[in-house]
């Protein structure tokens, strides 16, 4: 995972095509610390590198494990290419305060998370 710090988003890229239940579980724990740590006020990760869509189980994991760990107040972007894109993780960890939203378009999670990117990041 690449993460880099512009202004005051966090910007995480994963990469690869382990997307293992371990990885996956792992992440937002990392993030949320890197967050929290840089004070960050908003998240972009860009999922797109990742090797297929999540299985069902895994965005239930993974939904669960955000609403576990993730800064109130703190805004998750996820980016992603639109045939890995499902609303789960969005709408249980939302329902347990999380505010995340799925995108397909980097310019609309930029504006959703108030952001002005570098020309890096797209």
Do not use: K, Y
């Not at 993460?3 to 371990?22: Q, Y």
């Not at 998240?43 to 590198?49: A, C, N, P, T, W």
């Not at 955000?66 to 709408?91: D, S, T």
């Not at 939203?101 to 990117?117: M, Y």
């Amino acid at each position: 995972m690449e993460m880099r710090i512009e202004g005051s988003t966090l910007m995480a890229r994963v990469v690869g095509d382990d997307a293992s239940r371990e990885l996956l579980l792992s992440l937002p724990g990392l993030i949320a610390r890197t967050c929290v740590a840089n004070d960050c006020r908003a998240v972009f990760v860009d999922l797109s590198g990742l090797a297929g869509p999540l299985d069902a189980v895994d965005r239930i994991f993974l939904a669960s494990r955000l609403a576990e760990v993730w800064p109130r107040g703190v805004r998750l972007a996820a980016f992603a290419r639109p045939e890995q894109v499902n609303r789960v993780i969005e709408h249980m960890a939302g329902n347990r305060g999380v505010e995340i939203r799925a995108f397909t378009s980097h310019e609309e999670a930029f504006a959703w998370l108030g952001h002005a990117p570098s020309d890096a990041a797209q």
